[in-house]
């Protein structure tokens, strides 16, 4: 036996006149058969009337069942008693879970919410009852442009497959589990999605289960979500969920988030990428980044054996130059702060060694600047490893004039660059090094495109490599982790910056080819090898973008071990033949 709830208002009526449609769906779902009795109970579950006093109760039901009376269907939910439970009596809400879990005991006690099949074109109270572990449609409502089901009659298949078992329709869950049960998951025909250390797989619910039965995974967290609403959501620190705290999170990883989208949420999809957050369909079959434990192991890679120029990051300083551009209280791209951070790097930079070179670009009604440093190499027909960072800072609740220390985004990336810059200013390799701290960035990546824009087809074949820095203090997981993010253009560069963590760190890395949001994706666009080195994101910095990023909240020892990584593999790049 199961049973179905309906929603009555917008789903079965909409101005006291029945749906089209509605009561020979009724008759039809009522007419179902499982041997010799009914398939499916059904059932209403409504938000009416609160009373005042309790013993208002009874009258409110009344009205109610009169109202059934009027449409002419209340014959489908004898006894009323049992069949139909009101807001009125259990005293909130759709979608409290008391009113689901109310309306179920009194219909059929005996029944798992898993059996319950509810009805309404109320899409967040379809996700309310999924969460809880009911069935849930969406029916197209008035005035409403889509749905899981578009007109009433067209229930009725879906009733019949939920009543007979025989269901196609797809569930997903979210497992913990070894990275090997992608293949196990793709051998089940199931479709699956890899986020570290979690999988998402979606397909038949009896496929589903058996799969979870046999790989051992942790208990997993089931959704029972159509595979489509699924969406992956790419964020800077909780900015996403800030502004859509309504939108159900099925796994956060921090900077990636898998949601559940449902129909008609379509303008979530149009917020371009070079916003706070992208929201993009959860790719399939598809890794969105993995995880490499750390195994640190010296002379693990060809070329990596030789430490000095990791053992050159100096804590002390990078600590000192930290202090310093926070110490600029907000570096907004277009006011005097950020001017002054341009003008105390490039003299730092131009003590050891380098020649300078300032760029004003422009800002909306605003100009900014690049600050360029340039080391030349010594071989014959040279390329260059460029280094990058974006210097500016922002704070979204204050404005351009608020304090914005910019600790962790990107003080540390652009004290990273001078670090780097420190560290290399004595290294004889073959090629050009050139360090680059962009203005610009948290506007929409103005400095990056400006510099990639007016590149020369000769200038852009001679770069080998793009290593971008932004936030690598801010530690968000239980161990020191660094996401190396690019796309297939830089899985070379991934995997090398993969092994100089292994020989040099003590660092977790996490990889993807999902590239969003900072420096790196103008060179991308481009085709040039290039990759993001970020803190690891199994949780999310909530203190971006806001007076609360200060010195105090980084983690010097997480940016000392990025940017040894970083050191190396530049070293390497820079006198490879």
């Known amino acids: 036996m199961r049973l179905v709830l309906f929603d009555l208002g ?7 006149v029945l749906l089209p449609g509605a009561r020979e769906t009724l008759e039809a779902i009522q007419a179902l058969r499982d ?3 009914p398939a499916a109970l059904l059932g209403l579950v409504s938000d009416f009337d609160m009373p005042a006093e309790p013993s208002d109760v009874p009258e409110i039901q009344q009205r109610y069942y009169s109202l059934l009376d009027d449409f002419g269907i209340r014959s489908f939910f004898e006894p009323v008693a049992e069949r139909v439970t009101l807001s009125t009596e259990v005293g909130v809400f759709k979608p409290d879970e008391a009113v689901f879990r109310t309306a179920v005991a009194k219909a059929a006690p005996a029944l798992d919410l898993s059996d319950v099949l509810f009805v309404t074109e109320n899409r967040g109270h379809v996700l309310a009852a999924r969460r809880l572990g009911l069935a849930a449609v969406h029916v197209r409502g008035p005035g409403q442009t889509d749905g899981e089901v578009d007109r009433l009659p067209d229930l009725v298949p879906v009733v019949e497959a939920f009543v007979s078992g025989d269901s196609e329709r797809p569930e997903s869950v979210v497992v913990v589990v070894q990275s090997a049960a992608a293949e196990a998951a793709a051998a089940a025909g199931l479709t699956w999605t890899m986020l570290g250390d979690e999988l998402v797989v979606s397909g038949p619910p009896a496929r589903v289960q058996h799969f979870v039965a046999t790989t051992g995974a942790a208990p997993p967290r089931r959704w029972a979500v159509p595979p489509h609403h699924l969406h992956l959501v790419t964020q800077i620190g909780r900015l996403f969920q800030e502004e859509h705290p309504e939108v159900p999170v099925v796994v956060d990883k921090g900077r990636h988030l898998v949601v559940a989208l449902e129909p008609g949420a379509s303008e979530l999809l149009d917020r371009p990428d070079d916003g706070c957050h992208a929201v993009r369909p959860l790719p399939t079959d598809a890794v969105v980044f993995d995880q490499r434990p750390a195994t640190r192991r010296p002379g693990v890679a060809a070329g990596l054996d030789d430490r000095r120029w990791a053992e050159d990051i100096s804590r002390s300083d990078f600590e000192t130059d930290l202090a310093s551009l926070v110490g600029f209280r907000s570096r907004h791209s277009t006011g005097a702060g950020f001017l002054a951070a341009v003008e105390w790097a490039g003299t730092a930079l131009a003590e050891h060694g380098y020649a300078t070179e300032v760029r004003t670009l422009p800002v909306g ?12 190499g010594r071989g014959d027909e040279r390329g260059v490893v460029i280094v990058t960072a974006h210097l500016d800072s922002v704070n979204i609740r204050g404005g351009s004039a608020a304090d914005a220390p910019g600790a ?6 652009a004290a990273g660059v001078l670090a780097i810059g420190r560290a290399l200013a004595r290294h004889t390799g073959r090629h050009d090094l050139r360090l680059i701290l962009f203005g610009g960035e948290e506007q929409g990546l103005f400095g990056s495109r400006h510099y990639v824009a007016g590149l020369s087809a000769g200038e852009r074949d001679r770069i080998r490599a793009v290593v971008n820095m932004d936030m690598i203090a801010g530690r968000n997981t239980d161990t020191l982790t660094v996401l190396l993010e690019g796309a ?18 003590s660092l977790v890395v996490q990889t993807s080819l999902n590239p969003f949001n900072s420096d790196h994706v103008p060179f991308l666009d481009e085709g040039i090898p290039t990759v993001l080195t970020i803190e ?10 806001t007076e609360l990023d200060t010195r105090e909240s980084c983690d010097v020892d997480l940016a000392v071990e990025i940017l040894r990584m970083n050191v190396a593999f530049v070293a390497q790049a820079l006198d490879a033949a």
Request: charged letters at 20%; zero cysteines.
């Open 10 to 16: 917008q789903t079965l009526e909409d101005g006291d």
């Open 365 to 376: 009604a605003g100009t900014t600047r690049n600050l360029i440093a340039d080391r030349p």
């Open 408 to 413: 962790d985004d990107n003080a540390s990336g």
């Open 536 to 545: 690891g994101a199994d949780g999310a910095n909530v203190r971006v973008h």
């Open 488 to 505: 297939a253009v830089s899985q070379h560069v991934i995997d090398a910056l993969a092994a100089s963590a292994q020989a040099h760190t």
């Open 35 to 37: 041997g010799n009795g």
